[in-house]
């Protein structure tokens, strides 16, 4: 790894995309301090990652990979509620907690009370990602976290991820390869390569760079996904016919649309076939929705009509043709695109001039401007013991937790009931960055070193 500079803001999903190899998983790893990195800097809230203690810095952060690395012992509930129980938390309470994020990620008590192995490769990850973001972490790391995932469940997850991100106002970075999962779900863009990032900022920035490393691997298809990026507001919506009873349609009206009783769009009545009703087709918001909702939507529809409906109530707002929406793509596009030449002319005529940023303060700053940040090598395997590691570790945490309930007849075991096993013995809130003594933290009675 090499020039690793990139900020990811509070409260927002910072999606680090790169083909495979590409480094966005070891970066992930560097900021768990799974990876030591030999040069450069990791900044979280303005301290150096290497003088925060490895256990609080891991307990302050959910992480989920790809693969999930559930407990295959345990059952669902049980593996969420580990989080909770390292943070001192009864059994019980934390088994609550667990139960409520089951019900959060969209899943019932009966499933949390299945082992991994009975679950569905949806099902895992949703337990996965609950357990990521038990105990309210600031940070969030998601590694490829739906890659394996069915298209449909793989749009779920990242609309579940957006729901909840929102709700919890916490700070994501999420590392995978799909540009179509990465631009679903970023509210900044870090684009990575051999190592290296070669642009980052709003995902509509990005796909304009006139970058040819980015344009390969967002792929020729990138001026029709920043349609994403441009709005319906503000289009002047059209009218048609509208019937409740297709009997009643006038054949000679041209386009009729079939609504409900509350105005809510059901169909097109087919002008050539009398009371024959024809499918509707997608829909869009023409207040918050994208030129690519509406062209999907005039393109779904059999007579070529996006239909616009009211968020909320869904009733029938007006449409659009697919020519009004292709011209208002085009209009749209050519101003982006030629902000992006412009803007890209200026970087190169001042190298100095630091670029535009988000409002927001930046939370976490991957190295410093000028400093070369590299790795040591390290080999796959030897990450994912690490990772492993980890996970035993806060597992055994959990149940030092539970020998000190069970046993209240100690002084420790009743310092660690009533203020948790972080309390005790007293500690310094940084370590030495070489030799790291959080390693040799005692735990509560019951427990392993």
Not at 63 to 74: A, D, I, M, T, V
Request: proline letters at 7%; charged letters at 25%.
């Amino acid at each position: 790894m090499t020039d690793v500079t990139f900020a990811a803001h509070q409260n927002q999903i910072t999606v680090l995309l790169g083909e495979p190899g590409s480094g966005t998983s070891t970066v992930l790893r560097m900021i768990n301090r799974l990876i030591e990195p030999a040069d450069g800097r990791i900044m979280i809230n303005g301290k150096p990652l290497r003088t925060l203690r490895r256990k609080a810095l891991r307990r302050g952060q959910g992480f989920l990979l790809r693969e999930g690395g559930l407990f295959p012992h345990r059952d669902a509930a049980e593996n969420i509620a580990m989080v909770p129980r390292v943070r001192a938390a009864g059994r019980g309470k934390a088994l609550t907690e667990a139960n409520d994020l089951l019900r959060e990620v969209g899943l019932d008590r009966a499933t949390g009370r299945l082992k991994p192995s009975r679950l569905t490769a949806a099902q895992r990850q949703r337990v996965c990602l609950a357990r990521a973001i038990a105990g309210d972490p600031s940070l969030v790391l998601l590694d490829h976290p739906f890659g394996d995932l069915d298209p449909g469940d793989r749009t779920a997850l990242q609309e579940l991820l957006r729901g909840l991100q929102a709700d919890r106002e916490f700070t994501a970075i999420v590392a995978t390869d799909d540009v179509d999962e990465a631009l679903a779900i970023a509210d900044r863009l870090v684009v990575i390569a051999d190592g290296t990032v070669i642009d980052s900022g709003p995902p509509e920035a990005v796909l304009d760079a006139q970058n040819p490393l980015v344009a390969e691997i967002v792929g020729a298809e990138r001026g029709y996904r920043a349609l994403a990026y441009a709005t319906t507001i503000g289009l002047p919506l059209q009218r048609v016919p509208v019937v409740r009873d297709p009997a009643s349609a006038d054949p000679d009206a041209g386009a009729t649309l079939l609504v409900d009783n509350d105005a809510v769009p059901l169909g097109w009545v087919d002008p050539e076939r009398s009371g024959t009703v024809l499918p509707l087709g997608d829909v869009f918001d023409p207040g918050s929705g994208s030129l690519q909702d509406a062209l999907n939507a005039a393109l779904t529809s059999p007579v070529g009509l996006a239909v616009a409906v009211t968020r909320g109530t869904g009733r029938y707002a007006g449409v659009l043709s697919a020519a009004e929406i292709v011209a208002a793509a085009v209009e749209q596009r050519t101003t982006a695109v030629r902000a992006g030449i412009e803007a890209a002319q200026d970087a190169a005529a001042n190298p100095s001039r630091p670029a535009p940023t988000s409002p927001r303060s930046p939370e976490i700053v991957l190295s410093e401007a000028d400093e070369e940040t590299t790795v040591r090598p390290v080999d796959e395997a030897d990450q994912e013991t690490a990772i492993r590691a980890a996970d035993e570790e806060a597992e055994a945490d959990a149940e030092a937790d539970d020998a000190a309930e069970t046993k209240p007849g100690t002084t420790v075991a009743r310092r660690a009931q009533a203020g948790g096993v972080d309390k005790v013995r007293p500690s310094t809130d940084q370590a030495d960055p070489e030799t790291d003594s959080d390693d040799r933290q005692p735990v509560a009675a019951g427990g392993r070193r």
